[in-house]
T-cell receptor
């Protein structure tokens, strides 16, 4: 079956530090990959996406590259801000008759201190 | 701007009560989903629907049912609420067309006493 594994949290960083949140996946075929962010008290928002190998998704200074050879989609940001404190979810949508279901990782809590 | 609206942000119910959670989307999406979110367990799919009156069980359907009478509306029903259904419930919708990202509502936090 399909699965997504994220690095264990929580992650605590100082402002302007470099961020990496690891994500690896198992899926049949050629999935689309997503990163979602959830700010306190809110629903999930799409942060970025990639639909094929070597695609790079980017948004708000965050980046992730679809690496088929390592089945990974690691999230990176060069300089985090306090406002980036949130929960980050990696997810995949498999091809075929999945009816659009996404498989999510467990989520990684990020806290950024001033 | 795209929007998924959940009827209640916070609900408090008693054990045994029937609970309705409503979700409406304005994007003409074919797919709609109900997830529950619990600390340490991530998001778990309860039910989803890919068309009006069509529904499919997700990973944890026990104790829940759903209704989709109109394309834009997807309701989650707890026939007899129990304390272990205290959780955050998230509704989402998506298009059939790839890449098919999900759009989420703000969530409904349900407490069952």
């Amino acid at each position: 079956g399909n699965s997504v594994t994220q690095m264990e949290g929580p992650v605590t960083l100082s402002e302007e530090a470099f961020l990496t949140i690891n994500c690896t996946y198992t899926a049949t075929g050629y999935p689309s990959l997503f990163w979602y962010v959830q700010y306190p008290g809110e629903g999930l928002q799409l942060l970025l996406k990639a639909t094929k190998a070597d695609d790079k998704g980017s948004n708000k200074g965050f980046e992730a590259t679809y690496r088929k050879e390592t089945t990974s989609f690691h999230l990176e940001k060069g300089s985090v801000q306090v406002s980036d404190s949130a929960v980050y979810f990696c997810a995949l949508r498999a091809g075929g008759t999945s009816y659009g279901k996404l498989t999510f990782g467990q989520g990684t809590i990020l806290t950024v201190h001033p | 701007d795209v929007k998924v609206t959940q009827s209640s942000r916070y609900l408090v119910k008693r054990t045994g009560e029937k609970v309705f959670l409503e979700c409406v989307q304005d994007m003409d999406h074919e797919n709609m989903f109900w997830y529950r979110q619990d600390p340490g367990l991530g998001l778990r799919l309860i039910y989803f629907s890919y068309d009006v009156k069509m529904k499919e069980k997700g990973d944890i359907p026990e104790g829940y049912s759903v209704s989709r009478e109109k394309k834009e509306r997807f309701s989650l029903i707890l026939e007899s609420a129990s304390t272990n259904q205290t959780s955050m419930y998230l509704c989402a919708s998506s298009s059939l067309r790839p890449p098919g990202e999900l759009f989420f509502g703000e969530g409904s936090r349900l407490t069952v006493l």
